[in-house]
Nanobody, 124 residues
């Protein structure tokens, strides 16, 4: 059983910063890509940022250098540093991790896990 726990969301004024964290726990063999998605009311979920196991990063076009994704493999944790926040960044932010678990000596399972979501609200 694997669980993702997110933290760091909240209310901030435009131009401010927030740092999101997402820690995975459980019977983890390895973690491949980690990422953050967001969903605003009435809109589809969209990719914010993703980081591979080799630390290659990919960002949504709207980020434009304002956000930085990083990971700490020893802690099974992914971070999202968000600076220069705008009201349009208001959304629920979801953590995503592709995790391989070892079921027995020969069986490995790979699955995409999601966090429960954390609200980020940016006031103007």
């Amino acid at each position: 059983q694997v669980h993702l726990v997110e933290s760091g969301g909240g209310l901030v004024q435009a131009g401010g910063s927030l740092r999101l964290s997402c820690a995975a726990s459980g019977s983890i063999f390895s973690i491949n890509h980690m990422g953050w998605y967001r969903q605003a009311p009435g809109r589809q979920r969209e990719l914010v940022a993703q980081i591979s196991s080799s630390n290659n990063t990919n960002y949504g076009d709207f980020v434009k250098g304002r956000f930085t994704i990083s990971r700490d493999n020893a802690k099974n944790t992914v971070y999202l540093q968000m600076d220069s926040l705008k009201p349009e960044d208001t959304a629920v932010y979801y953590c995503n991790q592709e995790i391989t678990t070892r079921e027995d000596s020969v069986t490995y399972l790979n699955y995409d896990y999601w966090g429960q979501g954390t609200q980020v609200t940016v006031s103007s």
